[in-house]
């Protein structure tokens, strides 16, 4: 077959990699496809397909289009997105005959339902009328509490094939309306090193000169930061926490500064930017644990790129995505599910005013969807908020269900406040404890075992190459049903306002 893998661009992290990663998958697996790859940016590193840059593919290139500021639509006139879409279309349209002048039998498209390029999706309408067929993979979904990036006014892809990266979101899809035939689990590749060294305990790693809990991570607003600081209150004498790398989005970048200016103030055993000055294998060569407290992922590389390497997790669970794990007999005990706190130490005024910010956002930008002629479906939307409102009303809240705000508010408190110390050490006793987890040499193996079954790159290609072949094998058709798909992402549990 002839294949294109498409995304906005090929800049180091997140789904670049995956690209990046599947491209290379196929090249060594499946080697009697073609693949080349369409991308906003060229590669940051080389790859063993063509790259084709289409410039109109970036997220900067439509930005007229995309940008919407809180109160108001967005800017592009109707004649100027249809221009935008039309052009966009044809730009992608020239690269694929250079690339196949054969034709191209699938364009495998990476995560067009985030409004990244507010140009994408009628393009690739347009181009599914002039006959090319799709397969649409969903690392993230708009649904799921980010309004700002929610494609308000432009359709999903129908009568294509449809792929997800963890199991809850293929579910959710299917109970929205897509054929399950059609909609496939398409897990990331991750690399497992050759050389490994299963890790002790904090004690024993120190006499070795690892004295670093390491956060591999770009510290966007979603990784939660805040709970890092708070973990740091219980870090074993003569250790460090260290977060490797910073934001580059403007939209993080306040967020970052102000943990940044608390951690010098309050937690000096925190390090930012630890990976600007070192090697992730350094890093990860002085580590005796590797921490996570992100509230929301796709997939979940901060679980399994340290257990590849012998070393133990700690920090907050995503159920759904270590439900996956599991499943391929890929167990992380030293997590946990929340970090309860009294809500009574938090100001009521300030809870009220942040979850009502977000749910007013939430307001904005889904109500088009949820629309109806008797006004029903407007009232479940307004039932599904209220559900989220509740959950900020109990007597214990989640630390990592509160706003950046709040949690700077809490940990300035914890500081100077030994009785509430020790209420939260009473709520939440596993946190005493939580740096002493450790990986035998047998347990090491044996996740190292289940990590290459479930995860590696032929297991990657094999799964692409069954996607593929339904894809182009017999018509598909139907579609996404918006309003129930969000009714499914805005329920109260997967609500964290530090992500949305």
């Known amino acids: 077959m002839n294949i294109a893998i498409l995304h906005y661009h090929l800049r180091s ?34 790859l063993p397909v063509p790259v084709k840059v289409v410039s109109g593919l970036d997220y900067a290139a439509h930005a007229e289009s995309v940008s919407r500021n809180a109160t108001g639509p967005r800017a592009a006139t109707a004649a100027t997105a249809t221009a935008a879409t039309a052009g966009l279309a044809d730009e992608m349209e020239r690269a694929l005959d250079e690339a196949f002048p054969g034709g191209c039998d699938l364009l495998h498209v990476h995560n067009p339902l985030i409004r990244k390029n507010a140009a994408l999706l009628g393009a690739l309408a347009e181009l599914q009328r002039r006959g090319l067929k799709l397969l649409v993979q969903v690392h993230d979904l708009a649904e799921d509490f980010r309004p700002d990036v929610y494609h308000d006014h432009s359709a999903y892809p129908r009568a294509c094939a449809y792929a997800a990266i963890n199991t809850r979101d293929r579910d959710r899809l299917v109970a929205s309306g897509l054929d399950p035939r059609h909609v496939h689990l398409l897990p990331n590749p991750v690399a497992i090193p050759a050389a490994f060294e299963a890790r002790g305990g904090w004690r024993e790693e ?111 669970e995503i159920p759904y995505v270590v439900a996956d794990f599991r499943a391929h007999g890929i167990a992380l005990p030293g997590l946990y599910r929340e970090i309860r706190i009294p809500r009574a130490v938090l100001s009521e005024k300030s809870l009220r005013a942040a979850v009502e910010l977000r749910i007013e956002s939430f307001r904005r930008a889904y109500s088009g969807v949820f629309a109806s002629e008797d006004g029903s479906g407007l009232s479940e939307l307004e039932e599904l908020l209220g559900a989220l409102a509740r959950r900020f009303e109990e007597e214990n809240l989640d ?77 598909i058709g139907g579609g996404v049903d918006r309003r129930a798909l969000l009714a499914r992402y805005l329920v109260p549990e997967s609500f964290f306002p530090v992500a949305s």
Not at 14 to 41: K, Y
Not at 219 to 236: M, S
Not at 439 to 455: F, H, I, T, V
């Open 13 to 46: 992290g997140g789904v670049g990699s995956v690209v990046r990663a599947q491209a290379e998958a196929l090249s060594r697996f499946a080697p009697d496809d073609r693949v080349v790859v369409l991308s906003g940016t060229p590669s940051e590193t080389d």
């Open 206 to 316: 120190l006499g070795r000169g690892r004295r670093t809990a390491l956060y591999p991570v770009r510290a966007i607003r979603r990784k939660n930061l805040g709970e890092v600081l708070l973990l740091a209150h219980f870090l074993p004498a003569g250790t460090e926490l260290a977060v490797t790398l910073p934001p580059t989005s403007p939209r993080d970048l306040p967020g970052y500064a102000a943990w940044k200016n608390l951690a010098a103030e309050r937690f000096p055993r925190v390090r930012f930017e630890a990976g600007l000055g070192a090697q992730l294998a350094a890093l990860y060569e002085s580590s005796f644990c590797a921490v996570t407290t992100s509230v929301k992922e796709g997939f979940g590389y901060s679980y399994l790129d340290p257990i590849a390497r012998g070393i133990p997790v700690v920090g907050r």
């Open 399 to 475: 630390f990592g269900a509160l706003d950046e705000g709040l949690q700077n508010s809490f940990l300035r408190r914890l500081g100077e406040d030994a009785s509430l110390d020790r209420d939260l050490r009473t709520r939440n006793p596993f946190l005493p404890e939580l740096f002493e987890a450790r990986l035998s040499s047998g347990q090491a193996e044996s996740l190292r075992g289940a990590l290459a079954a479930a995860y590696s790159a032929e297991s990657c290609a094999g799964k692409l190459r069954t996607a593929y072949r339904d894809a182009v094998s017999e018509p």
